[in-house]
């Protein structure tokens, strides 16, 4: 196997547990086949493991914490069950959950999300794209109830790493449409159509947790996708309750779980959030608690300081539409807006309109989204209710 060195100076941060080598701290990088399996060595020699490698992205090894000489269906069958036991243990009365979430479950690049008894997957390097069928074994073996794999590859991240845009039945079948239970609300998935792989899996204890504060409450959910937010405060007994996105396929599908439900207080409109809040504030329109669940605004380093301006805007409208004793529930998602930057943000805004926020809930990604302390880019949800005074 072919042993790549880090250069001197550059061996802390994998020494400290991060998975990542990039293309710079190697001492060469050699022409061999993205997706090659390489052992890592310290400049002195020292090991340490193997990794995939792509000389083509910026991230040029991802390693994986083992010594193995090959990525057999026995190694990704040990990974995916470790991954498994983890989930049965922390989500055993739910029917959907993300069982991979890449390297915080030491699969760097492998996303897997279970639907009940259906899986969608996103590989997210060439090195686990290259494995897919072997994946689809491992995962096979370790959940043999599943009926059927969709690949959910329409990531962008995707194209750091040069790989296709590609969305795929891989193994068995996919029913057109699949009805599964959150919390007491049944909510419809189109794995084969759907952003991401289906549904935003790490807010959903946030959904449900805004869900129990919304009772006899008018309740404005912007960015309600398929009405997640919006249907658990309807479900929980709220007055009234309007969800907004800009696209017209999630609104159908909000529109389909409402009736599913027989929710008849809640209704959704297709509008971009932004123009329909100005719009809301100039009419003088008030709501009890509104919800801001945006997409991540900063996909990368040199955006923040526009998505900065996106969530002031956001904020600043949302607390223009609630009274006093009124809630905001915002987050974001955005990795490089760290929490500290993302609450100075929302604090300068209520402070300009001398409004005061009592803060009473901070969350991040749910356990079965880990993070790894050693890599800062596991951990992107930001998630807070406030009250205003
Ligand atoms: N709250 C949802 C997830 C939201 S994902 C849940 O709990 O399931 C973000 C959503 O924002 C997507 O559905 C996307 O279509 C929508 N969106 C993106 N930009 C928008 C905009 N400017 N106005 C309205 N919706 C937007």
């Avoid at 590609?166 to 996919?174: A, E, F, H, N, W």
């Avoid at 049944?186 to 869900?211: M, V, W």
């Avoid at 389909?256 to 003088?284: I, M, T």
């Avoid at 009274?323 to 807006?337: E, K």
Wanted: net charge neutral; with cysteine; glycine share 6%.
């Amino acid at each position: 196997m072919y042993e790549l060195r880090l250069r001197i100076g550059h061996e802390r941060r994998v020494r400290s547990g991060h998975l990542w080598v990039f293309s710079n701290e190697l001492q060469e990088l050699p022409r061999l086949t993205p997706g090659s399996l390489v052992r890592v060595l310290s400049p002195s020699g020292e090991s340490y493991g193997v990794g995939l490698y792509n000389p083509h992205s910026l991230i040029a090894v991802r390693l994986l914490r083992a010594e193995a000489e090959e990525l057999t269906v026995d190694f990704f069958t040990e990974r995916l069950e470790q991954a498994f036991v983890l989930r049965q243990r922390l989500c055993p009365d739910e029917v959907m959950y993300r069982l991979v979430h890449g390297e915080a479950d030491l699969l760097p690049g492998l996303i897997v999300d279970r639907y009940g008894d259906y899986l969608a997957i996103q590989t997210l390097s060439v090195g686990m794209d290259a494995r897919l069928p072997t994946i689809i074994q491992a995962l096979h073996a370790v959940l043999p109830e599943v009926h059927g794999i969709v690949e959910k590859n329409c990531s962008r991240l995707r194209e750091l790493e040069q790989l296709p845009q590609r969305q795929s039945v891989l193994s068995g079948k996919i029913p057109e449409r699949l009805v599964l239970e959150e919390w007491g609300v049944q909510l419809e998935l189109r794995l084969l159509e759907g952003q991401k792989t289906g549904a935003y899996l790490d807010q959903r204890y946030h959904r449900a947790l805004t869900g129990r504060l919304a009772y006899g409450l008018r309740v404005l959910d912007c960015f309600t996708y398929h009405g997640g937010f919006a249907l658990h405060a309807a479900y929980h007994g709220a007055q009234v309750v309007l969800g907004i996105d800009s696209s017209a396929t999630a609104i159908e599908c909000a529109q389909r779980n409402a009736d599913l439900n027989k929710l008849s207080q809640v209704h959704f409109q297709e509008a971009d959030v932004f123009a329909f809040l100005r719009q809301q504030v100039a009419d003088g329109a008030q709501w009890d608690l509104v919800i801001l669940d945006p997409p991540a605004f900063a996909k990368s380093r040199r955006h923040v300081p526009s998505a900065k301006q996106g969530y002031a805007e956001l904020n600043r409208l949302a607390m223009l539409l609630l009274p006093s004793g009124g809630y905001l529930v915002t987050s974001s998602c955005s990795h490089h807006v760290f929490e500290a930057v993302f609450l100075e943000v929302i604090f300068t805004e209520a402070a300009r309109l001398g409004r005061q926020l009592r803060l009473l809930y901070r969350g991040t990604q749910p356990p079965d989204h880990p993070i790894l302390l050693s890599m800062p880019e596991t951990q992107y949800l930001k998630f807070f209710i406030f009250h205003l005074l």
